[in-house]
Nanobody, 126 residues
Framework: QVQLVESGGGLVQAGGSLRLSCAAS????????MGWFRQAPGKEREFVAA????????YYADSVKGRFTISGDNAKNTASLQMNSLKPEDTAVYYC???????????????????WGQGTQVTVSS
């Protein structure tokens, strides 16, 4: 079975930084892309950032562009999300996900991902 585990969440004041990490393990599987989504209470899970394994192309939601940076290690099947200049509206549970094959819908769509972590809480105080 494939497992994805997030770490690095916590409580931070507005303007601060956090770095989230995601590690994949278990049975062998191909990784086409890795991404981060987040879900705040009462809201839909939304796309945050993604990285494509083949060429390293990255994708960001407009709300985090310029503040968040995604990176990955292809050999280790890991991904990190560096979050700077955090705002209270960034408060959410952050989920790591991986997609095993190319999907027409692209990297910003939840259905393009096959495995998900359990999430890590990020809370930003004002």
């Amino acid at each position: 079975q494939v497992q994805l585990v997030e770490s690095g969440g916590g409580l931070v004041q507005a303007g601060g930084s956090l770095r989230l990490s995601c590690a994949a393990s278990g049975r062998p599987f191909s990784t086409y892309r890795m991404g981060w989504f987040r879900q705040a209470p009462g809201k839909e899970r939304e796309f945050v950032a993604a990285i494509r394994r083949t060429d390293g192309n990255t994708y960001y939601a407009d709300s985090v562009k310029g503040r968040f940076t995604i990176s990955g290690d292809n050999a280790k099947n890991t991904a990190s999300l560096q979050m700077n200049s955090l705002k209270p509206e960034d408060t959410a549970v952050y989920y790591c996900a991986t997609g095993t094959r190319i999907r027409l819908a692209g990297s910003t769509v939840r259905d393009s991902y096959d495995y998900w972590g359990q999430g890590t809480q990020v809370t930003v105080s004002s």
